[in-house]
């Protein structure tokens, strides 16, 4: 196994979904990171590896996804020359990805703002409503849900991008309201 068959298999399992939240986040990574030092293949590795938890093959129902990714990752990287050090710098970041509180590392920091932030703005709403249900409502109660992941931004790059979001998020509740004359 190579490094780039981590990326074909996650499109594989994962499917546009993933691959595209994916290189969001190592956009986001880029922009966030700017002036943070970090390893560039460290983080590749863990922001393509940490959602495979959640992946039909893998999922295992009442466990995490962020420690299932974890345990998954692991059989993976056995398979790289990644040394122990790295290994473990990539699957804390996995598993430190939807928790809030201490990260173990920079990566695991760069990791985890850069997913809060792909749950926040106009992304964030268009992935709530493409997940559905068929039910403006219920869709419109995940965005909702969305607004406490600001908090968990800990980088002054991604609270500025975040604020920045949580606005469009407001205007477009403020929006919905009044062009749906609250019917939705
Ligand atoms: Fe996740
Ligand atoms: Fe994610």
């Not at 590896?49 to 990752?73: M, Q, T």
């Not at 809030?100 to 990566?107: A, I």
Request: glycine share 6%.
């Amino acid at each position: 196994m190579e490094l780039n068959n981590i990326r074909e298999l996650t499109f594989e399992y994962g499917g546009d979904w993933e691959i595209n939240h994916v290189d969001r986040l190592l956009k986001l990574v880029e922009i966030i990171g700017e002036t943070e030092d970090y390893d560039r293949e460290l983080i590749w590795a863990a922001v393509h590896l940490h959602d495979w938890g959640a992946f039909s093959k893998f999922f295992k129902k009442g466990k995490d996804h962020a420690e299932r990714s974890r345990e998954v990752a692991a059989d993976i990287l056995n398979q790289l020359n990644f040394n122990e050090n790295k290994q473990k710098i990539i699957l804390d970041a996995i598993r430190e990805h939807n928790k809030t509180g201490d990260c173990s590392s920079m990566e695991s920091i760069l990791l985890r703002n850069a997913d809060y932030l792909d749950f926040l703005g106009i992304i964030g709403i268009a992935r709530d409503f493409a997940k559905g249900p068929q039910d403006i409502k219920k869709s419109l109660e995940a965005v909702r849900k969305r607004f406490k992941f600001f908090d968990y931004l800990t980088l002054p790059k991604s609270i500025q991008i975040g604020k920045e979001r949580l606005k469009e998020m407001n205007n477009f509740i403020e929006r919905l309201e009044a062009e749906s004359f609250g019917f939705y």
